[in-house]
C-alpha cells in the first residue's frame, strides 16, 4: 500500500490536480482535513471508502489509521488543504512513516498563495521590481519562528512578501514590516482564495489593518505584501523580448 498526500487546493473543489483526483477516485481510505478540504472532493471518493475526518485528532491518532490501513493493505488518500510542501504539517507525518516503514507518495496542489494572487489578477514578480517572494508566517499560537526569520529581518530586503497564518495579528504584522516598506506600500487580503464566498482587501500598510478588523477576517487569509500589487511601469521580460536571440 501507499500513502498519498494530496495538495486539495486552496479551496475550490476543481482546483485539485488530476492525479489528486485518480488517486481519490480509487482510494479505499481517505483521510482528509475536514475544516479546510471541500466535501466536493470527498464524492470522488468510492462509494464504500473510509473516510476520516482529521480535524479533531492528533499526531498519534492519524498516525494510527494509517498504520491500520497498511496492516490491511489499502492505500490512503491523504487530502490537505493547499500544497503539501509549505505549512501543511505533512513533514512530521513523513517521518512517523518513515520510521514504521510506511511508504508515501506526494501530490502536489495548488498552494493558497497562487490562488491568491491569481484572485488579485496580479504576478508577484515583476521585472524591475520585485524578483523575490518571501513565503512566511509570524509567531503566535503556533510553533516558534526559528532565529533570523522575524519580519524585520525579512523585511530588510524589500521582497514581496506573503504571509500564511498571520491574519489574526495584522496589527503584529503592519508595526513589524513598516519601517522597511513605509507606510504606503500596497498589501493585499485575500480570505478564502478561490471559494464562493472569497473576499479581498486592498489598500496599504497605513490602512490594511483597520480594514481587515472592519471585515471580520481572522483566519484562511493571505497577506500580499509589496510594491509588485501596484507595479504598472516596468520592462518587459527578456522572455518574450524581441532582442532576445531565438533559433
Known amino acids: 500500500m501507499t500513502v498519498y498526500f494530496i495538495g486539495a487546493g486552496p479551496g475550490a473543489a476543481d482546483l485539485v490536480t488530476v492525479r489528486g483526483l485518480r488517486v481519490l477516485e480509487r482510494a479505499p481510505v481517505c483521510l482528509y482535513a475536514g475544516s479546510l478540504v471541500p466535501r466536493e472532493l470527498l464524492d470522488a471518493c468510492p462509494p464504500d471508502a473510509r473516510l476520516v475526518d482529521t480535524a479533531n485528532l492528533n499526531l498519534d491518532q492519524i498516525v494510527a489509521e494509517i498504520r491500520a490501513a497498511h496492516a490491511a493493505g489499502h492505500d490512503v488518500a491523504r487530502l490537505h488543504s493547499g500544497d503539501p510542501s509549505v505549512f501543511s504539517a505533512v513533514a512530521e507525518q513523513m517521518r512517523r512513516l518513515d520510521a514504521v516503514g510506511v511508504p508515501y507518495q506526494v501530490v502536489p496542489g495548488v498552494p493558497a498563495f497562487a490562488a491568491a494572487a491569481a484572485s488579485l489578477g496580479r504576478e508577484l514578480t515583476v521585472p524591475g521590481v520585485g524578483q523575490t517572494v518571501i513565503l512566511t508566517r509570524i509567531s503566535g499560537r503556533a510553533t516558534p519562528m526559528p532565529a533570523g526569520e522575524d ?15 498571520a491574519v489574526q495579528r495584522i496589527g503584529q504584522v503592519v508595526a513589524e514590516l513598516l519601517p522597511a516598506y513605509g507606510a504606503g506600500c500596497p498589501v493585499a487580503v485575500v480570505a478564502r482564495a478561490s471559494r464562493s464566498d472569497e473576499l479581498i482587501l486592498r489598500g496599504t500598510l497605513a490602512d490594511i489593518a483597520a480594514q481587515v478588523h472592519a471585515a471580520g477576517v481572522k483566519r484562511t487569509a493571505v497577506i500580499v505584501v509589496g510594491r509588485v500589487l501596484s507595479a504598472a511601469e516596468f520592462p518587459d521580460s527578456h522572455l518574450y523580448s524581441a532582442a532576445r536571440a531565438r533559433p
Open 151 to 165: 519580519l524585520a529581518t525579512l523585511g530588510a530586503s524589500g521582497a514581496t512578501m506573503v504571509l500564511h497564518l
